[in-house]
């Protein structure tokens, strides 16, 4: 019932938020069903009902993430009902455990959506043939175990409250209105990793394709790709100094100074676009040419990781923009034109760009490498 009093404070965005939650959950539990469909179906191929639960992985994976950019976006946007909670009693770590638990009934309600309708289809396809790909993936012909299928489903909204307790700080619960973000310079020791990483997991690709090393490979493979996504704040902080040279004129200053600012922000969301995207088109055109066309499963995977991430940076740049707007209401107080503003953020997403497409790129030829082992 708290829960339902809460929700009933809830504005158009919020309901919105609340409503693709609920429907990629319901995504992920569908997946999760098909494949203890599957594995009852067939009981003696454990080794493929097993490859079938990996799939959902990072299905799940997409929709913790972003869970947890929408319950680290939720103090900043809406600090008057967050101060109002405080207000009436809820300290910060209960307030913790309301955002999170927003979000798990979200998904617990798409995960009992999906099991709803899964019921329904087994109950109304019961004349159809043996073998077929729906009967395989409903298992109409065997029992249902509850206490699978709940174990199952319980994964989607304890993936999803865990991600959200875990990404708001409890200095994050009242952001402090007044304070501006600082052009922070990245740390030797974060450039030191990233460097070590990308060079090493690059070499280990590299001596794998001339020795045929599929496990080194893949295992150079993923230290590389952590060393691109620790890069990915770092080129967004030099992409911003590089607009600052030269003694710059307004536009440039803002550009580059608003980069450096929203380096540490922007970073993450970015880093793990360029990273998917690349992964994906790298799978796809892969596994298109060696095993024909792609099925189904993959497909729809696609699709709701695309929209989990979108999803994620969309908030993100949300976030960033109400904190831009604090920030230039004194150059709009003294004057200064919209075009000032708006030409900034252009440069910015110009360079923000450029390092997507670089972080993409090398990602991209890492995984090509890395498949022709």
Known sequence: MFYLRVARG?????????????????????????????????????????????????????????AAAWARAMPVQQPER??????AGLGKLRLRVLLAGEIAVACAVGALTALAGYLLLRGHVLELAPGTKLDRALAVHASLPPAAAITLLALVPLCGGLAAAAAVRPEDVLPDEDAQPAASTPGPLQLAVSAGLLTGGTAMVLAAVHTRGAVAGALGWMLAVVGLALAVPLLLHASGLVLTWGGPRAVRLLAGRGLQSEARRLGTPLAVLAIVGAVGVVA??????????????????????????????????????????????????????????????????????AVVLATGTATGLLATAALSI
């Open 10 to 66: 809830y504005r158009t965005l919020d309901l919105l938020r609340w409503a693709l939650t609920t429907i990629a959950a319901g995504i992920v539990a569908a997946l999760l069903l098909r494949a203890l469909g599957r594995a009852l179906s067939d009981p003696a191929a454990s080794h493929a009902a097993v490859l079938r639960l990996l799939w959902c992985l990072p299905a799940l994976a997409g929709v913790a993430y972003l």
């Open 82 to 87: 967050i101060a109002g909670l405080l207000a």
């Open 284 to 353: 796809v055109r892969h596994y298109a040419a060696e095993a024909g066309p792609v099925g189904p499963l993959p497909r729809i995977e696609g699709v709701l990781l695309a929209l989990c991430v979108l999803g994620a940076l969309l908030t993100r740049l949300a976030e960033l923009s109400g904190l831009r707007r604090a920030i230039y209401a004194p150059l709009e107080r003294m004057g200064a034109p919209a075009s000032t503003f708006r030409s900034a953020v252009a440069l910015r997403s110009v360079a923000a760009v």
